[in-house]
């Protein structure tokens, strides 16, 4: 995902290469959806065959159509996130229809964690968060490769405290 | 699994050959009666209850069991605030206070004074009654991480927040010098009660309470039965009470200058009095509602990391509850004495009560004007040298002022109806507070060109700013 001069608006700074999160995100995201909107699906489907009443399939069938929705919304999702180093802050921008753009200087910083949950584990992936002395900062980049994430939050860390000032 | 790099955040145990200190002894018997006074509104509630029950209690032995319930409270409160008062005890060093605490889970806690954001000296009334005084330190560190030493003579806690301040401003400890004593404060806005009570007047509950008065009214002169008028006592209360709460609160304010930075002072039953150092104020908002504009009254609310401004009842982050004009430009003096243009009172007259692009303002574009039909042609901002100034809101009016050197991060935000009219919103990350800077719908491009600049201008302002320890300089006697 480079940048592209065509479609250079406020979401798309100038001399900014956009690093995007890893594809595995997209499965692991896909696979929790399926979980939780399979199992009522499935739960509707048998509930509708057992009972014989036509009407009742429209409940799996929602189901089923929120599933088809969000595998179509999920991976383009993913690919729209995307981050990138600048020489002094770092740049996390997100969403299609409501698009975000946070910038975080370096020196504001005050301390990255790096998180991986046991879903995010089995597929590969960890997630970096950047806080600052504010809450609603809302830093952090999902699907990293574990080793990316690692390197991120070291690279981080020396850049923040080359840094870093009072609040 | 979760692991944190920590950029900032020293785990060491504290240095030897600290002189550790005790609360005052007298401590447990002002934080003991807490568990009676639990008890006694369990008591009064059950009491409520069965009011009708009272005549056959009197006889019984039932007064004596509460009694001794009451008793037995009373020992167990006090007696554990006695074994607190045991276990607490705080040291204080050139770099940090050290607060070891807890009677079941031990708690050592250390603030470093260079983080320091605000120091204040509150008063509870049976402490003020007694001439003690809890000494609350604000680090920059979230909800919770702040210091308590409660409670302390009053004499000896206002001592020590010179003697801390001293330290966090980095004019260093010499033994055998005597300590420091407290920079000449010069008061600078005073509130009477009169005014507070006129501007409690002029409020939007005051609309409400005679509203419902005229209703109460007509609907007793409807229903010919005065009884109607006990179903509105829950909301009677509930009305004294946030007046009374306000006005308590707010009685009797002062804002001083000196160079430990900020005093305020204010409280009726609970004194408070709070010192922010220079540079802790984050951000500041100035607000007028719409039946203040008449005698133009302005009241000034600020962010600083450590009042976390959540709770409702708590008035730390007011810099001048109500102002006039003059006294509002004065607050906003006293936090920025630069605002980094020529002729300030221009600007801050048009960013106070203007609209439309006078004085550099940049505004919503006309194409956009219907996300906020009422107030597009005031609602923009304008950049100065020194401040970003964030003016909005056309009933009432709201101006939010944020120093270059504390903008904390930046995001921008579009959704779908606003890229279709080439707009985005700026949001301005702050520390948690009232305060939530933010420009909405601005056009696209001056959006991004903005949040581009002003994440530069942030990084020279910080590089330029004053020293954390801002009385380093300061030759030592």
């Given at each position: 995902?480079?940048?592209?001069?065509?479609?250079?608006?406020?979401?798309?700074?100038?001399?900014?290469?956009?690093?995007?999160?890893?594809?595995?995100?997209?499965?692991?995201?896909?696979?929790?959806?399926?979980?939780?909107?399979?199992?009522?699906?499935?739960?509707g489907?048998?509930?509708?065959?057992?009972?014989?009443?036509?009407?009742?399939?429209?409940?799996?069938?929602?189901?089923?159509?929120?599933?088809?929705?969000?595998?179509?919304?999920?991976?383009?999702?993913?690919?729209?996130?995307?981050?990138a180093?600048?020489?002094?802050?770092?740049?996390?921008?997100?969403?299609?229809?409501?698009?975000?753009?946070?910038?975080?200087?370096?020196g504001?910083?005050?301390?990255?964690?790096?998180?991986?949950?046991?879903?995010?584990?089995?597929?590969?992936?960890?997630?970096?968060?950047?806080?600052?002395?504010?809450?609603?900062?809302?830093?952090?980049?999902?699907?990293?490769?574990?080793?990316?994430?690692?390197?991120?939050?070291?690279?981080?860390?020396?850049?923040?405290?080359?840094?870093?000032?009072?609040? | 699994?979760?692991?944190?790099?920590?950029?900032?955040?020293?785990?060491?145990?504290?240095?030897?050959?600290?002189v550790?200190?005790?609360?005052?002894?007298?401590?447990?018997?002002?934080?003991?009666?807490?568990?009676?006074?639990?008890?006694l509104?369990?008591?009064?509630?059950?009491?409520?209850?069965?009011?009708?029950?009272?005549?056959?209690?009197?006889?019984?032995?039932?007064?004596?069991?509460?009694?001794?319930?009451?008793?037995a409270?009373?020992l167990?409160?006090?007696?554990?605030?006695?074994?607190?008062?045991?276990?607490?005890?705080?040291?204080?060093?050139?770099?940090a206070?050290?607060?070891?605490?807890?009677?079941?889970?031990?708690?050592?806690?250390?603030?470093?004074?260079?983080?320091?954001?605000?120091?204040?000296?509150v008063?509870?009334?049976?402490?003020?009654?007694?001439?003690?005084?809890?000494?609350?330190?604000?680090?920059?560190?979230?909800?919770?991480?702040?210091?308590?030493?409660?409670?302390?003579?009053?004499?000896?806690?206002?001592?020590?927040?010179?003697?801390?301040?001293?330290?966090?401003?980095?004019?260093?400890?010499?033994?055998?010098?005597?300590?420091?004593?407290?920079?000449?404060?010069?008061?600078?806005?005073?509130?009477?009660?009169?005014?507070?009570?006129a501007?409690?007047?002029?409020?939007?509950?005051?609309?409400?309470?005679?509203?419902?008065?005229?209703?109460?009214?007509?609907?007793?002169?409807?229903s010919?039965?005065?009884?109607?008028?006990?179903?509105?006592?829950?909301?009677?209360?509930?009305?004294?009470?946030?007046?009374?709460?306000?006005?308590?609160?707010?009685?009797?304010?002062?804002?001083?200058?000196?160079?430990?930075?900020?005093?305020?002072?204010?409280?009726?039953?609970?004194?408070?009095?709070?010192?922010?150092?220079?540079?802790?104020?984050?951000?500041?908002?100035?607000?007028?509602?719409?039946?203040?504009?008449?005698?133009?009254?302005w009241?000034?609310?600020?962010?600083?990391?450590?009042?976390?401004?959540?709770?409702?009842?708590?008035?730390?982050?007011?810099?001048?509850?109500?102002?006039?004009?003059?006294?509002?430009?004065?607050?906003?003096?006293?936090?920025?004495?630069?605002?980094?243009?020529?002729?300030?009172?221009?600007?801050?007259?048009?960013?106070?009560?203007?609209?439309?692009?006078?004085?550099?303002?940049?505004?919503?574009?006309?194409?956009?004007?219907?996300?906020?039909?009422?107030?597009?042609?005031?609602?923009?901002?304008?950049?100065?040298?020194?401040?970003?100034?964030?003016?909005?809101?056309?009933?009432?009016h709201?101006?939010?002022?944020?120093?270059?050197?504390?903008?904390?991060?930046?995001?921008?935000?579009?959704?779908?109806?606003?890229?279709?009219?080439?707009?985005?919103?700026?949001?301005?990350?702050?520390?948690?507070?009232?305060?939530?800077?933010?420009?909405?719908?601005?056009?696209?491009?001056?959006?991004?060109?903005?949040?581009?600049?002003?994440?530069?201008?942030?990084?020279?302002?910080?590089?330029?700013?004053?020293?954390?320890?801002?009385?380093?300089?300061?030759?030592?006697?």
């Amino acid at each position: 995902m480079t940048s592209q001069p065509i479609s250079a608006g406020p979401f798309d700074p100038p001399n900014v290469v956009w690093s995007p999160v890893s594809p595995r995100l997209s499965t692991a995201r896909l696979a929790s959806a399926s979980i939780s909107l399979g199992l009522p699906l499935i739960a509707g489907a048998v509930l509708a065959a057992l009972s014989g009443i036509v009407w009742l399939w429209l409940i799996p069938a929602a189901f089923a159509a929120v599933l088809g929705w969000l595998g179509w919304l999920i991976p383009r999702q993913v690919r729209a996130i995307g981050y990138a180093e600048r020489a002094d802050d770092l740049l996390i921008r997100k969403g299609i229809l409501v698009r975000s753009m946070v910038v975080v200087p370096y020196g504001r910083m005050q301390y990255v964690d790096v998180e991986a949950g046991p879903l995010a584990r089995a597929f590969g992936i960890a997630s970096v968060q950047l806080h600052t002395a504010s809450q609603i900062t809302g830093a952090v980049i999902n699907g990293l490769s574990p080793v990316e994430a690692t390197r991120l939050r070291d690279q981080l860390a020396s850049r923040g405290e080359a840094r870093l000032a009072g609040l | 699994m979760s692991e944190g790099t920590v950029v900032d955040r020293p785990q060491e145990s504290p240095p030897v050959g600290l002189v550790w200190r005790r609360m005052h002894p007298v401590t447990p018997a002002v934080k003991g009666w807490k568990v009676v006074v639990v008890l006694l509104a369990l008591g009064v509630q059950q009491l409520g209850e069965n009011l009708r029950e009272l005549g056959d209690l009197m006889g019984t032995n039932t007064w004596l069991i509460a009694l001794a319930v009451l008793g037995a409270g009373a020992l167990i409160g006090f007696g554990y605030a006695a074994i607190a008062w045991r276990m607490t005890r705080f040291a204080i060093d050139d770099e940090a206070v050290y607060l070891h605490s807890g009677v079941l889970f031990r708690q050592q806690r250390k603030a470093r004074l260079d983080r320091l954001q605000a120091v204040d000296v509150v008063q509870p009334l049976l402490a003020r009654l007694l001439g003690l005084a809890e000494l609350r330190l604000e680090v920059a560190g979230g909800a919770g991480s702040g210091i308590s030493l409660s409670f302390l003579r009053e004499d000896d806690a206002t001592a020590l927040r010179t003697e801390l301040l001293a330290l966090a401003a980095g004019v260093r400890r010499v033994e055998g010098t005597p300590a420091p004593v407290p920079a000449p404060q010069d008061s600078v806005l005073e509130v009477t009660p009169a005014r507070l009570i006129a501007a409690m007047a002029r409020s939007g509950g005051s609309v409400v309470l005679v509203l419902g008065v005229a209703g109460l009214i007509a609907a007793v002169v409807a229903s010919h039965e005065i009884g109607t008028i006990f179903v509105m006592v829950p909301a009677a209360l509930g009305f004294v009470s946030f007046y009374w709460g306000r006005f308590s609160r707010e009685f009797n304010f002062r804002a001083a200058i000196s160079p430990e930075g900020i005093g305020l002072r204010h409280g009726l039953l609970e004194a408070r009095s709070q010192t922010v150092p220079p540079g802790r104020v984050q951000a500041l908002r100035l607000t007028q509602s719409l039946l203040w504009r008449g005698p133009g009254w302005w009241r000034v609310e600020m962010n600083v990391a450590g009042y976390s401004g959540e709770k409702v009842q708590v008035t730390e982050n007011v810099l001048l509850p109500v102002g006039d004009r003059d006294q509002a430009l004065l607050a906003i003096w006293l936090v920025l004495p630069d605002l980094g243009v020529a002729d300030p009172r221009a600007l801050l007259a048009a960013a106070m009560d203007g609209s439309g692009q006078e004085e550099g303002f940049t505004t919503i574009p006309r194409r956009a004007r219907w996300l906020d039909p009422l107030g597009w042609r005031r609602a923009g901002f304008v950049v100065t040298d020194r401040a970003l100034l964030i003016r909005s809101g056309r009933l009432t009016h709201r101006l939010v002022v944020v120093p270059h050197e504390r903008t904390q991060s930046l995001s921008l935000e579009q959704g779908p109806v606003q890229r279709r009219l080439g707009v985005a919103s700026l949001v301005v990350h702050s520390t948690p507070g009232t305060v939530r800077p933010q420009i909405p719908h601005l056009d696209a491009t001056a959006a991004g060109a903005l949040m581009t600049e002003q994440a530069a201008r942030a990084r020279t302002a910080r590089a330029g700013a004053g020293p954390e320890l801002w009385r380093r300089p300061v030759v030592e006697p």
